[in-house]
């Protein structure tokens, strides 16, 4: 049995074989994680964190708080929360400093920072059985 094949065929078939890939791609769900900023309150004092979760994901999720480093909530924690997200959770990126509070010197974040208490005091609000702060 002789398979002939003519240029006009081959044209054919591989252009059907470089669609293959984009048409797969675009019958699949595509999952987008959703990200916006909480405001809340702690007291008196308003507070902005950072939310993301994983819109394709349906029903009860794990959630992670992230708590920011010394100069508060900045583009890098927002960042961790949209990747911990990607794993399937709920991840709030919370606040402790106060919305728009944003240390740029580490003297202005020791200041901020202050005690140790006014940051326990948050923990202990927000803490549930087992969590660690």
């Known amino acids: 049995m002789e398979i002939r094949s003519s240029p006009l065929r081959m044209a054919i078939m ?19 994680v959703r990200t916006k900023a909480i405001e809340y309150r702690h007291g008196d004092m308003v507070l902005e964190g950072w939310l993301a979760y994983d819109d394709s994901v349906q029903g009860k999720r794990p959630g992670v708080m992230i708590i920011h480093q010394w100069k508060g909530l900045t583009d890098y924690e927002k960042k961790r929360a949209e990747m ?50």
């Open 84 to 133: 911990v997200a990607r794993l399937g959770y709920v991840a709030f990126a919370c606040d402790i400093y106060g919305k728009g509070v944003r240390p740029s010197e580490n003297s202005e974040a020791a200041h901020r920072r202050g005690s140790t208490r006014t940051t326990a005091r948050f923990c202990v609000s927000v803490r549930r059985p087992g969590w660690r702060c």
């Open 14 to 32: 591989k252009r059907l074989l470089s669609m293959m890939p984009v048409l797969a791609f675009a019958c699949v769900g595509r999952a987008e």
